[in-house]
Nanobody, 120 residues
Framework: QVQLVESGGGLVQPGGSLRLSCVAS????????MGWYRQSPGKQRDLVAS???????NYADSVKGRFTISRDNAKNTVYLQMNSLKPEDTALYYC??????????????WGQGTQVTVSS
């Protein structure tokens, strides 16, 4: 079983920055894809950004140019640097890891979520 521990959420003013971190542990296999999703009350959970084990990144259109995802494979950690934050970025942010087929157990895992609130 893989455990995901997120950190870095909080309250920030519009235009500010936050950096989210997610550490994965419990498996000898690294995630094929690590990413961040977010969900606001009454809305579905949407992809924010993802990155493959080789560093290929994918972003939602709404965060392109403002957010940067990165991963440290040696530390099994994925980061989300969020700049120029807007009130509409307010949401519960979830870390997600998709495991390789050869790894036992579920194909993907979710973190517990970390709240990001952008407000003046």
């Amino acid at each position: 079983q893989v455990q995901l521990v997120e950190s870095g959420g909080g309250l920030v003013q519009p235009g500010g920055s936050l950096r989210l971190s997610c550490v994965a542990s419990g498996s000898r296999y690294a995630g094929v894809v690590m990413g961040w999703y977010r969900q606001s009350p009454g809305k579905q959970r949407d992809l924010v950004a993802s990155v493959t084990s080789t560093g290929s990144a994918n972003y939602a259109d709404s965060v392109k140019g403002r957010f940067t995802i990165s991963r440290d494979n040696a530390k099994n950690t994925v980061y989300l640097q969020m700049n120029s934050l807007k009130p509409e970025d307010t949401a519960l942010y979830y870390c997600n890891v998709k495991m390789p087929i050869i790894a036992p157990g579920p194909r993907e895992y979710w973190g517990q979520g970390t709240q990001v609130t952008v407000s003046s």
